[in-house]
């Protein structure tokens, strides 16, 4: 079946660090690919998203580009701030029609600091 | 409008006694999603309801577990005679269009309901 390896954390950085978090996946066919954020009590949210090979998915000055080659998602930011400390997950949904649930990483916990 | 809900937002109960939890998805949405986050497993998919359908029960991880939706909004996912591995985030998701066409419609979640099983 499907399933996502992302990084174990905690990853604990300064602030303007930058930030790589890696996640690579196994799926058959053409998968969508997602990284979702859950800030501190809050529910999880999407960051940003790609949908088919080669695309870079983009927000909030994070970004992540859909390798096919390598199957991986690699999540980046340039400078990090206090305020993206949180648990960040990677997912992917399957190709094709009946395709609806997301399959998750187990999710790596950013601090950033002062 | 308003996100998606949840109740409680904490729930703790004994060994053996059966939980309700609540979910109340974005108006309009005709998909739901449960999944549970906990410690050890990660994210989990549970169930996947289409309107009041549910086409995919296969995350349920026992018998204990059931799930229902009515008049294509509210859901239920009950617990009957939980257990201590029963603890746990429970989190609710829903999206516009499930998996009647291909390609993804993007989920949106509620804040969850922390069980704890004494």
């Known amino acids: 079946g499907d399933s996502v390896t992302q990084m174990e954390g905690p990853v604990t950085l300064s602030e303007e660090a930058f930030l790589t978090i890696n996640c690579t996946y196994t799926?058959?066919?053409?998968?969508?690919l997602f990284w979702y954020v859950q800030y501190p009590g809050e529910g999880l949210q999407l960051l940003l998203k790609?949908?088919?090979?080669?695309d870079k998915g983009s927000n909030k000055g994070f970004e992540a580009t859909y390798r096919k080659e390598t199957t991986s998602f690699h999540l980046e930011k340039g400078s990090v701030q206090v305020s993206d400390s949180a648990v960040y997950f990677c997912?992917?949904?399957?190709?094709?029609?009946?395709?609806?649930?997301?399959?998750f990483g187990k999710g790596t916990k950013l601090s950033v600091i002062p | 409008g308003a996100g998606v809900s949840q109740s409680p937002s904490n729930k703790v109960t004994e060994k053996g006694k059966d939980v309700e939890l609540r979910c109340d998805p974005i108006?309009?949405?005709?998909?739901l999603y449960w999944y549970r986050q906990s410690l050890g497993q990660g994210l989990e998919f549970l169930i996947y309801?289409?309107?009041?359908?549910?086409?995919?029960k296969s995350g349920l991880p026992s018998d204990r577990f059931s799930a229902e939706r009515t008049g294509g909004s509210v859901s239920t996912l009950t617990i009957q005679r939980t257990q201590q591995e029963d603890s746990a985030v429970y989190l609710c998701?829903?999206?516009?269009?499930?998996?009647?066409?291909?390609?993804?419609?993007?989920?949106?979640f509620g804040p969850g309901t922390r069980l704890t099983v004494l």
């Open positions: 108006s309009g949405h005709t998909a």
């Open positions: 997912a992917l949904s399957g190709s094709g029609a009946g395709s609806y649930q997301l399959t």
């Open positions: 998701a829903s999206s516009h269009l499930g998996g009647t066409v291909a390609g993804y419609n993007e989920q949106f």
């Open positions: 309801f289409q309107g009041n359908s549910a086409p995919d």
């Open positions: 790609a949908t088919k090979a080669d």
């Open positions: 799926a058959t066919g053409y998968p969508s």
